[in-house]
């Protein structure tokens, strides 16, 4: 499989999340009224899906890096897909939740697996490209899903949407049963406990690998300041009309994307590293500067658009970049050390939308000192776990 095929199918795996996270977001009150609990209980359905797809890289990781790839993604694919069955059928906040959290486990063991494949075919700066070309194309997704869910809403009702969602799951496992290979060399049989944590204590006690992952998380950590934040800031705070809303918000999704084209093309002729830390330094000066027009009241809708823009843009040359980095450390169990990476980025990801949430401080401070102490830590620790550790190898 070439590499622009094996991008487009990890793609079309990895957005089964975004899918199954937005799509059904314009759909809450009528889920909620189905139920016949309130907006704010339903809600809480997106941390249950959050909780479970943490859990489900943790678990599904390690199991993909023993038994090989095709097992692992036909399983997850499998719960998916009878999940949303489940939640077409479901009549309580109870099911929601069990059934969701269901859906979450089965999207996790398939998103872990897609930089797994990645690192199974390719290394150093072709596997960054194909990673940056993954991101590129998964960036439609989150543009596309709430239109999406909104557009099934109006057709027949919210049952469509988790219709979809499955219907596209089918498809999914259709390519993976009758076109991907499996691409993990000589997998092993029989799992044991202890080998599974002996993974673990290997990826998480590896320093240089630990930064790189950290930074990743932290970066991912600081988007999630911005999606918490965004629907209060520009809508209430800033008086934006709903209808622009998608604009302001889908305008980061289009920057994004062109600096995942960026790196594609600069990853020709720098290494990974490097971008990443042009990157740190371009999203820092952003943060600093979005924190000083807060502070000065210098802040409006225009400056801080453009500022957020620069700062999640920039997203495209760190995360595949430290993702390509952290996985040259773990060649024979890739999916393992990116199940860690999955499960800091939606842990971070979590604890920094509810520091946000349960803050009542008006106007953009909550969202931009956050994102500023994110850059900083992430600055620091590339720097000091990852970068230290290989001046000191090289002594």
């Known amino acids: 499989m070439s590499a622009r095929r094996l991008a487009l199918l990890v793609a079309a795996i990895t957005a089964l999340a975004p899918f199954a996270i937005d799509a059904y977001l314009p759909a809450m009150p009528e889920i909620a009224a189905h139920i016949g609990e309130s907006v704010h209980h339903t809600s809480v359905s997106v941390s249950v899906f959050l909780a479970g797809f943490a859990i489900g890289q943790l678990v599904f990781g390690p199991m993909s890096d023993r038994l090989g790839r095709r097992p692992v993604l036909i399983g997850g694919l499998i719960l998916f897909i009878v999940s949303c069955l489940a939640l077409m059928l479901t009549q309580s906040l109870s099911g929601l939740f069990f059934w969701r959290f269901v859906q979450a486990l089965g999207g996790g063991a398939c998103v872990v697996n897609s930089p797994a494949i990645v690192r199974d075919r390719f290394a150093g700066p072709e596997a960054a490209k194909v990673l940056s070309t993954m991101v590129m194309i998964l960036l439609l997704a989150p543009l596309v899903a709430p239109m999406l869910g909104t557009a099934l809403l109006y057709v027949w009702g919210w049952q469509l949407i988790f219709g979809f969602l499955m219907c596209y799951a089918l498809i999914v496992l259709a390519i993976v049963v009758f076109v991907l290979p499996e691409t993990r060399t000589k997998p092993e049989q029989k799992p044991s406990v202890l080998a599974i944590a002996g993974h673990y204590k290997q990826v998480v006690t590896h320093r240089a690998a630990l930064g790189y992952m950290m930074t990743c998380a932290l970066s991912v950590a600081a988007m999630f300041a911005f999606i918490t934040s965004s629907p209060y800031l520009y809508m209430e705070y800033y008086q934006v009309s709903p209808a622009v ?35 740190l330094s371009v999203q820092l000066t952003a943060a600093l500067l979005m924190v000083a027009v807060v502070a000065l009241g210098l802040d409006s809708v225009p400056v801080i658009m453009v500022l957020v823009m620069v700062f999640v843009g920039t997203a495209g040359l760190i995360n595949p970049n430290a993702v390509s980095a952290m996985l040259d450390y773990f060649p024979h169990m890739s999916a393992t050390a990116n199940a860690v990476m999955g499960c800091l980025q939606f842990s971070l ?38 970068e230290r550790r290989m001046k000191s190898a090289s002594v």
Do not use: D, Q
């Open 245 to 279: 809303y998608p604009f302001l918000f889908g305008a980061n999704i289009i920057v994004m994307a062109g600096s995942n084209r960026l790196n594609i093309k600069l990853l020709k002729h720098h290494k990974p590293r490097r971008l990443l830390k042009v990157g």
């Open 349 to 386: 990801g979590a604890v920094a939308g509810a520091i946000i949430s349960s803050l009542s401080v008006e106007g953009a401070a909550p969202m931009v000192v956050t994102m500023l102490i994110c850059s900083v830590l992430a600055n620091l620790l590339v720097r000091w776990l990852s």
